[in-house]
């Protein structure tokens, strides 16, 4: 016999009437429905302790959790019933050492741990002593499980990725407005995929109106004004919560709903966010559409603080908070001076050069007044063109009319809903009556919120949806369009001539200065359309100009 075979028999001849704690584990929930792992684990380790005499005081089952971290419950359980002084078992047995860790240093650690109150770790299939070689051998062994688990995760994540590129999910919760269909299948295994979630779908599409142009009374929301209309107007979450920002926030940025889902975007243990270069994208249906997800994005950026400071929005300057250098990005900044015949001159100059100098950048300094004419004369006498304002609003109407079929559609899928859940009621309720169900049957009062929770979730989506319908207003005339355009050019300036800096922000949300003589001027064609009936004080019931924005 060897000296390693020696002091591996002494030990466990010293412990002769050892109580022993089975611990059990495999990786996913998957496998511990449908895999034979536990009871075959649970088997040989039972053998194996009748076999050294030893009596089986607990038993820890982990049913599908990782062992590469220790944010397990049944192990923390079991760590604790081994630290109680004293320990209501001294030995923890397992198949194999990667069933308890996968991690090398905190295997060793949880060892040492255990050791310290009297208490060994022993695999069935791995047996070592307590010197100096065993040990060694056991860190080479874990060190290695460690090694396999990575590899396994890596295979497995490039295989998750390839299977979210072909278009199929992976798994989780999907995102508001999509439920998982079975789409095809590859043997035993089904692939899945998202579609759109009629009732839901609804809520989300409602959500991006509130955010780019209201509730019909008022303008744009904010997100946490959002949250708050869909809380006071009891639209509730899929699960039947309320709304909170950072929900309404995640629905109004996350690029799923114009049809590209990520995947692997953050690391599963830090939640640390990956590089774009790492994510997996998916396709699914959208449920908004290119341009509404681009206006929200940038309604969003204008709203922010990083984007403007608050005080760019009530300052003195037309074009603060909204100027900015071609050359570097900087904001163009307010500068003033005093000419030699005394008077005072006003100037935007890039911020850059005026902290960093011509190193900094080569920025212009371009007089206020200047500046100002010509951004203002652009956007009054080009930009409020009768015959650009035509061709313009004639390609949101053509979305209109889009939107509104699809609209219907919807409200066709919303009402089939309801009504597929009111038979469903209506059936279970007979069979109540008949004697068919038994109504101490737990279950049933779940399925009949289940159903009642559906249904009138349906209702009230399929209301809402024909009130945004309804509340769109007739055709715009070329006549009518004509007035709203002189009537937006003369709420651009103030009695004295000045323009109206709240409008002209609406109009243009960004300019830039490239040289002297070239200034690009940026907006959004539907923060345009809402500023116009707004400065125009025009009835939209008479233009249909304000419902018209809510398809874009």
Known sequence: MTDTAAKSADVTAAIPTAKAALYLRVSTGRQAESDLSIPDQRRQITAYCAAKGWDVAAEYVEPGNTATDDRRPAFQAMIDAALVKPPTFTVIIVHSFSRFFRDQFQFEFYVRKLAKNGIRLISITQDLGDDPMSVMMRQIMTLFDEYQSKENAKHTLRAMKENARQGFWNGALPPIGYRIVASEQRGAKTKKKLEIDPVHAETVRLIYKLALVGDGESGPLGVKAIATWLNEHDVRTRDGGRWGVASVHLVLTRETYVGRHHFNTRDHRTKAAKPKGEHAIMAVPPIVTEAEFTAVRDHLKARSSQWMAPRAVSGPTLL?????????????????????????????????????????????????????????????????????????????????????????????????????????????????????????????????????????????????????????????????????VLAARRKLRNEDGTFRRDHLRALAQRVEVVDRSEVHIMGSKTELLRTLVAAASVDSATLGVRSLVCPS
């Open 320 to 484: 603060t908070g909204i100027c900015f250098c071609a050359a570097c990005g900087g904001a163009m900044t307010l500068r003033t001076g005093k000419g030699s015949s005394g008077g005072h001159y006003r100037y935007y100059t890039c911020s850059t050069k005026a902290r960093q100098g011509g190193t900094g950048c080569r920025g212009l300094t371009v007089p206020m007044d200047k500046l100002d004419r010509a951004v203002a004369d652009h956007l009054e006498w080009r930009l409020l063109d009768p015959q650009r304002m035509a061709l313009m609003m004639g390609e949101l109407l053509d979305r209109r009319e889009e939107w509104v079929e699809r609209r219907h559609g919807h409200i066709t899928e919303l009402r089939q809903r309801s009504a597929e859940a009111e038979a469903k009621l209506k059936r279970l309720y007979e069979a109540i009556e008949n004697g068919i169900v038994n109504m101490a049957d737990p279950s049933l009062k779940d399925r009949v919120t289940e159903l009642t929770s559906i249904r009138d979730q349906a209702v009230a989506d399929a209301e809402r949806a024909t009130a945004a319908v309804e509340r769109l207003g007739p055709a715009i005339t070329s006549n009518s369009l004509r007035t709203f």
